[in-house]
């Protein structure tokens, strides 16, 4: 059987909800993935783990920043360009 996206999505919600209610530290759960996502900055800022860890914590948190904001602005971008084509001309 083949799931849609939207039925996907579902699934994964209903399960994420089943784990929270079954766990009271919801951070202790995820801090693995918040680990690891925060380590792709850090080896992305510097690869061969030669800077400090004072600069390569700030470098990988600006690196972070760049990437939501890439994110935000093609976000806004493609809000704009579906209200402009559905509005009448």
């Given at each position: 059987m083949t799931l849609t996206a939207a039925e996907r999505t579902m699934r994964a919600r209903a399960a994420?909800?089943?784990?929270?209610?079954?766990h009271?530290?919801?951070k202790k759960v995820t801090q693995p993935g918040r680990d690891a996502f925060t380590a792709r900055f850090e080896k992305q800022v510097d690869p061969e783990g030669v800077l400090p860890?004072?600069?390569?914590?700030?470098?990988?948190?600006?690196?972070?920043?760049?990437?939501f904001t890439a994110l935000?602005?093609?976000?806004?971008k493609a809000r704009r360009q579906k209200k402009e084509r559905e509005e009448p001309h």
């Open positions: 994420a909800y089943a784990m929270h209610a079954r009271d530290l919801r860890e004072a600069e390569r914590i700030r470098r990988a948190e600006c690196a972070k920043k760049a990437h935000a602005f093609q976000s806004a």
